[in-house]
């Protein structure tokens, strides 16, 4: 039946999910040691790319290949927003610990912030592993990006927070944690590589197309 041959969208469809398997489970075994999470955040945006654009190819050589190619400048991208989360985890403890009447308007304060900082960790990740920067920058332009399509990144982060919440309703999250261990992190990085992959795509051509002005441009000279 032409339904089961190798390039039917069912088996293409049934591809791409075994690969988002496979992937969060790398992804999953590369987080524990906690500081190479970054990395391993990266590398699975890098191959939700792939993935949404129908170049995935052994996924976990493509992840192996992203996280080495990411491993000092992702690392350095995590641990400032571990840091950060750990100051005003910090002070949310401590305002816990000694409330008093300004506590309400610094609590409101610290979770605009913590929103803030989650809205550009939504993307700060798939734009390191997909274009070059120095670190400065890439943070900057992950914070603008989200803002700049507020919609879609306000899904992305539902999406990404969604498998974690069934762990608050009842024993939800035990009864679905086969099911969670194979998509928590590679579902909803497909779902934000399918929104930025348009952006993404324009901005290749422009850095390519800045390129090739200063290829010609230098041929000129010479």
């Given at each position: 039946?032409?339904?089961?041959?190798?390039?039917?969208?069912?088996?293409?469809?049934?591809?791409?999910?075994?690969?988002?398997?496979?992937?969060?489970?790398?992804?999953?075994?590369?987080?524990?040691?906690?500081?190479?999470?970054?990395?391993?955040?990266?590398?699975?945006?890098?191959?939700?790319?792939?993935?949404?654009?129908?170049?995935?190819?052994?996924?976990?050589?493509?992840?192996?290949?992203?996280?080495?190619?990411?491993?000092?400048?992702?690392?350095v991208i995590w641990l400032i927003f571990l840091l950060i989360l750990a100051f005003?985890?910090?002070?949310?403890?401590?305002?816990?610990?000694?409330?008093?009447?300004?506590?309400?308007?610094?609590?409101?304060?610290?979770?605009?912030?913590?929103?803030?900082?989650?809205?550009?960790?939504?993307?700060?990740?798939?734009?390191?592993?997909?274009?070059?920067?120095?670190?400065?920058?890439?943070?900057?332009?992950?914070?603008?990006?989200?803002?700049?399509?507020?919609?879609?990144?306000?899904?992305?982060m539902l999406a990404t927070l969604f498998p974690f919440s069934l762990f608050l309703?009842?024993?939800?999250?035990?009864?679905?944690?086969?099911?969670?261990?194979?998509?928590?992190?590679?579902?909803?990085?497909?779902?934000?590589?399918?929104f930025y992959d348009k952006d993404f795509a324009a901005a290749e051509e422009a850095?390519?197309?800045?390129?090739?002005?200063?290829?010609?441009?230098?041929?000129?000279?010479?």
């Amino acid at each position: 039946m032409k339904i089961f041959e190798i390039d039917s969208p069912l088996m293409r469809t049934l591809g791409k999910v075994s690969d988002l398997v496979i992937l969060n489970l790398l992804t999953v075994l590369m987080c524990i040691p906690i500081v190479t999470a970054g990395a391993s955040f990266t590398a699975m945006h890098y191959c939700c790319l792939k993935i949404v654009r129908g170049h995935e190819n052994k996924i976990s050589k493509q992840f192996f290949h992203s996280f080495k190619d990411n491993l000092r400048q992702s690392t350095v991208i995590w641990l400032i927003f571990l840091l950060i989360l750990a100051f005003f985890g910090g002070d949310l403890y401590l305002m816990y610990l000694n409330p008093s009447e300004t506590s309400t308007f610094i609590f409101g304060g610290i979770i605009a912030a913590l929103a803030l900082l989650f809205f550009a960790g939504t993307m700060v990740f798939p734009l390191q592993a997909k274009f070059y920067n120095p670190i400065p920058k890439t943070i900057k332009i992950a914070f603008l990006f989200s803002f700049r399509h507020f919609p879609q990144t306000l899904l992305v982060m539902l999406a990404t927070l969604f498998p974690f919440s069934l762990f608050l309703i009842g024993n939800l999250g035990i009864l679905l944690f086969p099911l969670i261990l194979c998509f928590c992190f590679s579902a909803p990085g497909f779902l934000s590589a399918v929104f930025y992959d348009k952006d993404f795509a324009a901005a290749e051509e422009a850095i390519l197309a800045k390129n090739q002005q200063s290829s010609e441009k230098a041929e000129d000279e010479e």
